[in-house]
């Protein structure tokens, strides 16, 4: 049988590599992207698998988005609530804009995505559902108050989600990646950079593709045991 998987923000970094993994196991995927027209259209030619733009921070759109993905490749089985952004600032100097906007599309998006294809995959009896959230979510990050908040949310999000799905055959997980050599990290100062290089012990950026692969065995049948966990992928700089 072949699942059907939608990737938020996957279209370009970790969730292109999620996108790519996914169709590699035989899932359909739908790939939805926020407004990179260019990107989008450069994956869909290259991959063959389909685009879709919408806002996951608009309710609404999320519901008719999803319901376009089911019309046109079938219900929705799989959801990796990937999209995300940063709007850093120390708390000072923070705006109630770069606050609220990372809350509303990189928390508020995991609920809009879940509330369009939880209850379809209850009724189905099968539904992965994984989020990824971030090292920065676990331990926090200076000058990211907005985006720790909304990480660390997604994880209490995952454990609670995971509860309401056991017994349907929903599981829900998250992923917290380290630092990943995507365009959000290239947006990081070079001297930052270095140092926060310097605190990985397997002494690297992490790539999308390994965060990919953790995706995927989440999302396969063999995963039906691991429900409300959080897999951490970041060369060891965070371990508890
Ligand atoms: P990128 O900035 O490279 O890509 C972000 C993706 O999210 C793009 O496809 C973008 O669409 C999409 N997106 C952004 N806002 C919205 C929105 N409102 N609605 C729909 N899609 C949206 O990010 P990464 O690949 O680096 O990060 C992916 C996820 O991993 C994020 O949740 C991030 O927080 C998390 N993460 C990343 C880490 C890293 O080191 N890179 C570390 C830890 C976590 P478009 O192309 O149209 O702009």
Redesign the pocket.
């Known amino acids: 049988m072949s699942r059907v998987a939608i990737v938020?923000?996957?279209?370009?970094?970790?969730?292109e590599a999620i996108s790519l993994a996914l169709r590699d196991m035989g899932y359909k995927v739908a790939a939805?992207?926020?407004?990179?027209e260019e990107?989008?259209k450069a994956f869909t030619d290259a991959t063959g698998i389909a685009s879709y733009k919408?806002?996951?921070?608009d309710h609404e759109a999320c519901l008719e988005g999803c319901a376009q993905v089911a019309e046109d490749l079938g219900p929705i089985d799989v959801l990796v609530n990937?999209?995300?952004?940063t709007r850093d600032n120390v708390m000072l100097k923070m705006s109630f804009e770069e606050w609220n906007e990372v809350i509303r599309?990189?928390l508020g998006?995991c609920f809009n995505m879940a509330k369009a294809v939880f209850p379809g995959m209850r009724e189905r009896g099968w539904g992965r559902i994984v989020n990824?959230g971030?090292?920065?979510g676990q331990a926090g990050q200076y000058g990211q108050v907005n985006y720790a908040a909304a990480?660390s949310g997604i994880h209490g999000f995952t454990k609670a989600l995971a509860q309401e799905g056991a017994r349907a055959g929903v599981t829900v997980n998250a992923i917290a990646?380290?630092?990943?050599d995507?365009?959000?990290?290239a947006a990081v100062p070079q001297a930052v950079l270095e140092k926060i290089v310097a605190r990985i012990p397997v002494g690297r950026l992490g790539h999308?593709e390994e965060i990919a692969r953790g995706v995927a065995f989440l999302c396969s049948e063999d995963a039906g045991f691991v429900t409300g966990s959080t897999m951490s992928i970041n060369g060891g700089q965070h371990m508890y």
Request: avoid cysteine; aromatic fraction near 8%.
């Open positions: 938020t923000g996957g279209t370009r970094g970790i969730g939805n992207y926020a407004g990179n990107r989008a919408w806002d996951v921070g990937n999209a995300g952004i599309i990189n998006g990824i971030s090292i920065n990480k990646p380290g630092y990943i995507t365009d959000m990290v999308a």
